[in-house]
Structures are given as C-alpha cells and as structure tokens.
C-alpha cells in the first residue's frame, strides 16, 4: 500500500517551454499533497502544500505564477513550470498524505513519488 | 524556530559492522518523527513514523528510537544494499502538515 507515482521520470525540454509533472497516489486518497524540489546532494525543499479542491500554498520564494500547482482529485496533483529556463533544472518530487492506506486511517505519514528528473536546455 | 540536525553527514561501514544515526531535534509540540531512506535519483522511502519518547519501531536491521530531543536509526549487520541517504523529519505544532526535514546522512556499506 501507500504507492505515489509520478509522470514523466525524466524530461528534458528547451527553454521557454512549459512542462507538467503529473503526481498519483495509487491506492489512497490524498486530502494533501506536497511538491519538493531537490539539488544534487541536498535535502528535499519544499515548495508548496495543497490541499484537494483548494488553491496550492507555496514557500516563500517560490513564484506561484511559475510553478502552477493543481490539486483536482483526491488522487492527482500535478506541477506545471512555465515557461522554463535552465536555472529551473532540478529534481522534482512529490507525495501524498491521507485516508485509506493499507486499509488504515492514517493520515500523518507522507508517502513520496519516485521524483522526476527536469533538464531545461 | 524547529530545527532538525542529522549526524554525521556521512558514514562508512563495513559489511556487519553495526552502528547508528542520528537525528536531533527542537521542535515546539512534536506531532512525529519521520525517517526515510532515500536512493540515489529515487523518491524518499518511508521506513519509521515515532511519536513520543521511549517509543521504538523495527524493521529488518533496521530499529528507530525516540527520546525527547533525539532519534537514532540503529543499524545492526548492515548490508551493501543498506548503502543509501537516510534522512529524518519531523512535524510540529509549528509545521502543521508539513515536515521539516534534516540534510541526511549518507551511508555507504563496504563489502
């Protein structure tokens, strides 16, 4: 149980074009979900919290007219960065929080997708 | 101001060679304990969530304590396959849903 995915893996793209990462939890739903974003060797930074059916939270600093996040479904979120340049290169994850994994009600632990690997060109 | 310190950043072993990691923490209202392994180009996997001091959780060689200010990731017997970044988080009164988390240890496992 407890199972995020993530679409695509990798993506390499030219600047100035917009991408979408699609984030899935597969046999729970998740009442909320977080997008992270991570350098080599460092540790997950948070760049926004949202919450299904409501408009995301995001991190100071992080523009939310760059990385539109939508939270649609209690079982899909998804991450656009327009307009992409080469300082947007990085690795993108995801995860979920809610009800119904396993079976159980536990709503605490944050359950990660398996990231995505952006390349602006 | 929570903050959360892993210790130390990296560490090698040898193949059964046991030892542990360490998570310190100040946080106001802790609301869990996360620890997670991570490898390289892979999303964080979860292993432990503790929520109060004396609480442990084991699985294979792996056994996660809980103090009032700190957590250990013991690892008894470790195995190459062990190799990997374990990163602790935690949630708070402060951090609501959101988990702060630590910088990770990177552990390698020498055959």
């Known amino acids: 149980g407890a199972v995020v995915s993530q679409h695509p893996s990798r993506v390499i793209c030219k600047s100035g074009t917009s991408v979408k990462i699609e984030c899935r939890s597969l046999?729970?739903?998740?009442?909320?979900m977080f997008w992270y974003r991570q350098f080599p060797k460092k540790s997950l930074m948070l760049m926004a919290t949202?919450?299904?059916?409501?408009?995301?939270?995001?991190e100071q600093g992080v523009e939310k007219d760059k990385f539109l996040i939508n939270h649609a479904s209690l079982t899909l979120s998804t991450l656009t960065v327009t307009s992409a340049h080469p300082e947007d290169s990085s690795f993108y994850i995801c995860?979920?929080?809610?009800f119904g994994v396993g079976g159980s009600t536990s709503t605490d632990t944050q359950y990660f997708g398996p990231g995505t690997r952006l390349t602006v060109l | 101001e929570d903050q959360v310190t892993q210790s130390p950043e990296a560490l090698r072993l040898q193949e059964g060679e046991s030892s542990s990691l360490n998570c310190s923490y100040t946080?106001?209202?802790?609301?869990?304990l996360f620890w997670y392994r991570q490898d390289p180009g892979k999303g964080p996997e979860f292993l432990f969530t503790?929520?109060?001091a004396g609480e442990e959780k084991e699985k294979e060689r792996l056994k996660a304590t809980l103090t009032k200010k700190e957590s250990f990731l013991h690892i008894t017997a470790p195995k190459p396959e062990d190799s990997a970044t374990y990163l602790c988080?935690?949630?708070?009164?402060?951090?609501?849903?959101?988990?702060?988390f630590g910088t990770g240890t990177s552990l390698t496992v020498i055959p």
């Open positions: 995860s979920a929080r809610g």
């Open positions: 046999d729970f739903q998740a009442t909320t």
């Open positions: 949202s919450n299904e059916g409501s408009k995301a939270t995001y």
């Open positions: 946080v106001s209202g802790l609301r869990g």
């Open positions: 503790l929520y109060s």
């Open positions: 988080a935690v949630r708070s009164s402060n951090t609501g849903n959101q988990f702060y």
